[in-house]
């Protein structure tokens, strides 16, 4: 029924760049926030951030200035642009929707996650 399914993710020298998608099907972005968590291992997922029904976006401290989010309402699909990488940023990434853009993970629907290794 309702499915988020993430791609792009892969293998990126440190300084490099990544884009990442999610694509829905069963709901409509347009009419939801939708956001970006990751989780490294051993770690618990962590908000990355975030986009909301006005196309605001929101970013966690970490990421902020190197990370973009944006969304396609014709395809149903948002995007992290991932740029100036570093190790700590290697992960799982995942999108959530509807989401709460918060460190809740218990809300909304969750696609499979896509890999995304920073490392020389």
């Known amino acids: 029924q309702v499915q988020l399914v993430e791609s792009g993710g892969g293998l990126v020298q440190p300084g490099g760049s990544l884009k990442l998608s999610c694509v829905g099907s069963?709901?409509?972005?347009?009419?939801?926030?939708v956001g970006w968590y990751r989780q490294a291992p051993g770690k618990s997922r962590e908000l990355v951030g975030g986009i909301v029904m006005d196309n605001s976006t929101e970013y966690a401290d970490s990421v902020k200035d190197r990370f973009t989010i944006s969304r396609d309402n014709a395809k149903n699909t948002v995007y992290l642009q991932m740029s100036s990488l570093k190790p700590e940023d290697t992960a799982v990434y995942y999108c959530n929707a509807p989401s709460l853009l918060t460190e809740v993970t218990n809300s909304g629907y969750w696609g499979q996650g896509t890999q995304v290794t920073v490392s020389t």
């Open positions: 069963g709901i409509s972005f347009r009419a939801y926030a």
